[in-house]
């Protein structure tokens, strides 16, 4: 944004030019550590970090903590390096190709032991949490399943300095979806939640920023999300051979889902469908293979038409309907190559 740095940043928000505590009616916090105290117990309205959020231990401890010091409605800003910056300054630092096997060994010490119940606590026993790799995504993640909106993001110095403002109590997802095989939860048959399992393809936290992802980005054909930054490289190429969706069989034989049949949503996805297709959605299971590769809509009023007309008919012949559609479905992947994109 211009010549912004970070100093003017803070200071935009802050509205004065020194770091004091209580500036007119606000009462701020101005942190250089990672560690909140409280202003005579009482809720501030802005709390400022400068120093980046990768060198915190219990990440979401934080921002719980943040959470619970501010007042509804208060700021929070802070920044962070995300994993992009750091590759490219990984690749830029050494000549090739010992840059390309840095990296590799990156990936495996910061990017890959966090995640893996073996390694997790000896890494982060001898990392303290310090240089923890962070995503755009799963930052942001993080910060909305703690109670936070985005308000505002602004590149500096190769950091995103963020704002974000406290809208409710957090989550205390005490289960996060943080390995590779994740739980999502969606809406089942008699609209009970279900997990639906499947192989990790976005990033850690993502789940919790569907609404945001919606405002920000028009959905592409397919009804699904255009330009989506919470989909890993890794995960794009196991969505295209159809690996991810594997694990949703432990679901099939748990009888929460059929083979054939609308897919499960998330609660987000699902307010954004008409009254009368909630109503008939929650009746039966959802299914592995959805309608929509037998007819193939584009837009999401499209896939919302052909849900209905697969519902409806399965009403009235379940058995025929779903054979039907079953080898309408097939056909289409594997002798027509169709994909949802």
């Known amino acids: 944004m211009g010549n912004l740095n970070k100093v003017d940043f803070y200071k935009r928000t802050l509205g004065f030019k020194s770091a004091n505590k209580n500036v007119g009616?606000?009462?701020?916090?101005?942190?250089?550590?990672?560690?909140?105290?409280?202003?005579?117990?009482?809720?501030?309205e802005l709390i400022v970090n400068e120093k980046r959020i990768n060198d915190i231990r219990y990440l979401n401890k934080y921002f719980e903590k943040v959470n619970g010091t501010l007042k509804?409605?208060?700021?929070?800003?802070?920044?962070?390096?995300t994993y992009s910056v750091r590759r490219t300054r990984i690749l830029n630092k050494f000549p090739s190709p010992f840059n390309k096997?840095?990296?590799?060994?990156?990936?495996?010490?910061?990017?890959?032991?966090?995640?893996?119940?073996?390694?997790?606590?000896?890494?982060?026993?001898?990392t303290k949490g310090k240089g923890r790799v962070l995503s755009k995504a799963e930052t942001y993640g993080r910060l909305y399943s703690c109670g936070f909106e985005i308000t505002e993001e602004v590149y500096i110095n190769n950091k995103i300095y963020f704002t974000v403002k406290k809208v409710k109590e957090p989550e205390y997802d005490m289960n996060p979806s943080y390995g590779f095989l994740i739980k999502l939860k969606r809406i089942g048959q008699h609209g009970k939640p279900i997990k639906v399992y499947k192989i990790r393809t976005m990033r850690p936290y993502s789940e919790y920023l569907q609404e945001y992802v919606f405002q920000k980005n028009n959905l592409q054909d397919g009804g699904k999300i255009n330009n989506d930054f919470r989909i890993s490289p890794e995960?794009?190429?196991?969505?295209?051979?159809?690996?991810?969706?594997?694990?949703?069989?432990?679901?099939?034989?748990?009888?929460?889902?059929?083979?054939?049949?609308?897919?499960?949503?998330?609660?987000h996805y699902f307010s954004l469908y008409t009254k009368e297709l909630q109503t008939l959605r929650i009746k039966t299971k959802p299914g592995l293979i959805p309608p929509f590769y037998a007819d193939m809509p584009v837009t999401l009023e499209e896939i919302m038409a052909s849900e209905i007309k697969y519902l409806k008919a399965y009403e009235k012949r379940p058995i025929h309907t779903d054979f039907s559609y079953f080898f309408k479905s097939i056909n289409n992947i594997l002798i027509k190559r169709k994909r949802s994109g």
């Open 25 to 44: 009616n606000s009462k701020t916090l101005i942190k250089k550590d990672i560690e909140i105290e409280t202003v005579n117990d009482d809720l501030l």
């Open 72 to 81: 509804k409605g208060g700021v929070f800003k802070g920044n962070v390096e």
């Open 101 to 126: 096997i840095y990296l590799f060994f990156d990936i495996l010490l910061v990017r890959v032991s966090p995640k893996l119940w073996i390694t997790k606590n000896l890494y982060f026993n001898i």
């Open 235 to 267: 995960g794009k190429i196991l969505r295209k051979l159809w690996v991810d969706e594997l694990p949703m069989f432990y679901n099939f034989f748990k009888r929460e889902m059929k083979l054939v049949g609308v897919r499960p949503l998330s609660a």
